[in-house]
């Protein structure tokens, strides 16, 4: 047995680093160890070839390529590039080290290329001092402590949670060395790039995040498409990954390729909700006969209380019945989802006073998209739906004497934005609000009383004029709210 061999610290420094369980202090006792040792640097060159050799044999790249036979010559060659890659991981290491270990780098300067939305007990060192200022230059910079959201003027969005030791590089690329950050990226923010030891992830417009840690990087992507080019090794050329909706890959620097894994749903903080969460507490005050959360489970519409809960129909599609909502999840409806809306049987009675509430995302305007209705044949009272001629939502009742009521927007619904509806009536007077102010009112006497109907959200009974964007936060009351405790929730 060599001296290398019995050396215990060393050992579990090793396994520590592989596991990623390498915390700052023994991360620094590593590099000291592996910059003066060379039976360190020798051991763990060891530890790299065994956990390469382990990836080469049981990992799965997801690349969309034929399989190929082998030539047996080939194999020959396999030492000297599990070697090659292990000396370019031991290069990282100190590289990577020294990086974040490093309090010296110049402060941030120039022009701002994202500003800080928010902070939540962050703390972020620049340049060795504490960076306090409400924008990102271009620079290095070690979040410490607590979450960090930033914006770019192309709208994208990213969500970083300590500890992270990032560089600003231009208003489209990121570089991340370590540490764990989600992007929202709209149309106009297409080509955003998150550069990692490992690899390169050029956005296509999507949700997706990354995590960078000792040895290797995963990206997962939520919705959308990304390419995530790993970089290559001498004489190692490397393929391109084209990762759609709910798939995710890890990158190991010893070998830069692309293994298949599992998404991490609840893993990544990818949007700030603790203002929105004051909106839930505050629907709740107001005592709903019925609330929509939205949080979609195996196709289960939950509802507070549950015994108002549905079903979410499904249909032909790609993208999933669900998706980010304006607190937590939504109902996803058209499109290329497979969800078809969504259906409760057993509903709370609308009578002459009411509300129905909701926070509303359209993806386009097709004629007499539903909202939300109880209508089925001939029976129910109401429906909320987007007007067949000018794209404007409207809420339509039966009053007791067999007429129509009708309330519209003054213009016609605003896309791929989350809007709050909601439509009133007092017995007396049918009104519309939008954000919380009253846009339409007509007189209506007492609705049409009639055995509870079905609730379709998002289509009708017929499974028609489907809804194409999101439903989230859908409230119904037994009374009519009043503008001023909207204005109060929003």
Same mark, same amino acid.
């Given at each position: 047995?060599?001296?290398?061999?019995?050396?215990?610290?060393?050992?579990?420094?090793?396994?520590?680093?592989?596991?990623?369980?390498?915390?700052?202090?023994?991360?620094?006792?590593?590099?000291?160890?592996?910059?003066?040792?060379?039976?360190?640097?020798?051991?763990?060159?060891?530890?790299?070839?065994?956990?390469?050799?382990?990836?080469?044999?049981?990992?799965? +790249?997801?690349?969309?390529?034929?399989?190929?036979?082998?030539?047996?010559?080939?194999?020959?060659?396999?030492?000297?590039?599990?070697?090659?890659?292990?000396?370019?991981?031991?290069?990282?290491?100190?590289?990577?080290?020294?990086?974040?270990?490093?309090?010296?780098?110049?402060?941030?300067?120039?022009?701002?290329?994202?500003?800080?939305?928010?902070?939540?007990?962050?703390?972020? +060192?620049?340049?060795?001092?504490?960076?306090?200022?409400?924008?990102?230059?271009?620079?290095?910079?070690?979040?410490?402590?607590?979450?960090?959201?930033?914006?770019?003027?192309?709208?994208?969005? +990213?969500?970083?949670?300590?500890?992270?030791?990032?560089?600003?590089?231009?208003?489209?690329?990121?570089?991340?060395?370590?540490?764990?950050?989600?992007?929202?990226?709209?149309?106009?923010?297409?080509?955003?790039?998150?550069?990692?030891?490992?690899?390169?992830?050029?956005?296509?417009?999507?949700?997706?995040?990354?995590?960078?840690?000792?040895?290797?990087?995963?990206?997962?992507?939520?919705?959308?498409?990304?390419? +995530?080019?790993?970089?290559?090794?001498?004489?190692?050329?490397?393929?391109?990954?084209?990762?759609?909706?709910?798939?995710?890959?890890?990158?190991?620097?010893?070998?830069?390729?692309?293994?298949?894994?599992?998404?991490?749903?609840? $893993?990544?903080?990818?949007?700030?909700?603790?203002?929105?969460?004051?909106?839930?507490?505050?629907?709740?005050?107001?005592?709903?006969?019925?609330?929509?959360?939205?949080?979609?489970?195996? $196709?289960?519409?939950?509802?507070?209380?549950?015994?108002?809960?549905?079903?979410?129909?499904?249909?032909?599609?790609?993208?999933?019945?669900?998706?980010?909502?304006?607190?937590?999840?939504?109902? $996803?409806?058209?499109?290329?989802?497979?969800?078809?809306?969504?259906?409760?049987?057993?509903?709370?009675?609308?009578?002459?006073?009411?509300?129905?509430?909701?926070?509303?995302?359209?993806?386009?305007?097709?004629?007499?998209?539903?909202?939300?209705?109880?209508?089925?044949?001939?029976?129910?009272?109401?429906?909320?739906?987007?007007?067949?001629?000018?794209?404007?939502?409207?809420?339509?009742?039966?009053?007791?004497?067999?007429?129509?009521?009708?309330?519209?927007?003054?213009?016609?619904?605003?896309?791929?934005?989350?809007?709050?509806?909601?439509?009133?009536?007092?017995?007396?007077?049918?009104?519309?609000?939008?954000?919380?102010?009253?846009?339409?009112?007509?007189?209506?006497?007492?609705?049409?009383?009639?055995?509870?109907?079905?609730?379709?959200?998002?289509?009708?009974?017929?499974?028609?004029?489907?809804?194409?964007?999101?439903?989230?936060?859908?409230?119904?009351?037994?009374?009519?709210?009043?503008?001023?405790?909207?204005?109060?929730?929003?």
């Amino acid at each position: 047995m060599s001296a290398r061999d019995s050396d215990s610290e060393l050992q579990r420094l090793l396994t520590e680093l592989f596991d990623g369980a390498l915390d700052n202090d023994s991360a620094t006792r590593l590099q000291q160890r592996l910059s003066t040792d060379a039976d360190a640097r020798g051991l763990y060159l060891d530890y790299c070839e065994m956990h390469a050799a382990l990836a080469w044999e049981h990992g799965q +790249v997801i690349v969309d390529i034929e399989p190929v036979a082998v030539p047996p010559e080939r194999w020959r060659l396999r030492a000297t590039m599990i070697w090659l890659a292990a000396m370019a991981a031991s290069l990282l290491l100190i590289g990577a080290a020294s990086w974040w270990l490093d309090d010296t780098h110049a402060v941030p300067s120039g022009p701002a290329i994202a500003s800080i939305e928010q902070r939540i007990d962050a703390k972020i +060192v620049a340049g060795g001092q504490e960076w306090n200022r409400d924008a990102l230059c271009k620079g290095s910079y070690d979040l410490r402590q607590g979450l960090l959201q930033v914006k770019y003027n192309t709208g994208v969005t +990213v969500c970083i949670e300590a500890p992270a030791q990032f560089e600003a590089i231009s208003a489209d690329r990121l570089v991340l060395h370590s540490g764990r950050v989600s992007a929202n990226v709209p149309p106009e923010g297409i080509g955003f790039t998150v550069e990692t030891p490992e690899a390169e992830v050029v956005d296509f417009g999507t949700d997706f995040s990354v995590e960078a840690g000792t040895g290797e990087s995963e990206v997962h992507v939520f919705d959308g498409h990304v390419q +995530v080019q790993p970089k290559a090794l001498p004489d190692q050329p490397t393929e391109t990954v084209d990762l759609r909706t709910d798939q995710a890959v890890r990158i190991a620097d010893a070998t830069h390729q692309a293994f298949g894994i599992d998404l991490a749903k609840d $893993r990544f903080i990818r949007s700030f909700v603790e203002p929105k969460v004051q909106y839930v507490e505050a629907v709740r005050a107001l005592n709903p006969t019925a609330y929509y959360r939205m949080p979609i489970r195996q $196709r289960g519409l939950l509802c507070s209380p549950a015994d108002y809960s549905g079903q979410v129909l499904i249909g032909e599609g790609q993208r999933p019945a669900c998706a980010p909502g304006f607190v937590g999840s939504s109902l $996803r409806v058209g499109g290329r989802s497979i969800g078809r809306g969504a259906l409760v049987e057993n509903t709370p009675e609308i009578g002459s006073e009411f509300t129905l509430m909701a926070w509303v995302y359209a993806d386009g305007r097709p004629n007499n998209a539903i909202l939300a209705t109880n209508v089925t044949k001939k029976r129910g009272c109401f429906e909320w739906t987007l007007d067949d001629k000018t794209g404007r939502l409207k809420i339509r009742v039966d009053d007791q004497n067999g007429d129509a009521v009708e309330c519209f927007d003054t213009e016609p619904i605003k896309l791929q934005t989350w809007q709050h509806y909601a439509a009133t009536c007092d017995g007396k007077t049918l009104k519309l609000f939008r954000a919380g102010r009253m846009i339409d009112s007509k007189p209506c006497v007492p609705i049409s009383k009639q055995a509870s109907q079905p609730l379709y959200f998002g289509t009708n009974w017929r499974g028609k004029h489907l809804w194409e964007g999101r439903i989230d936060e859908f409230a119904i009351f037994d009374y009519a709210v009043s503008e001023e405790q909207m204005n109060e929730l929003l």
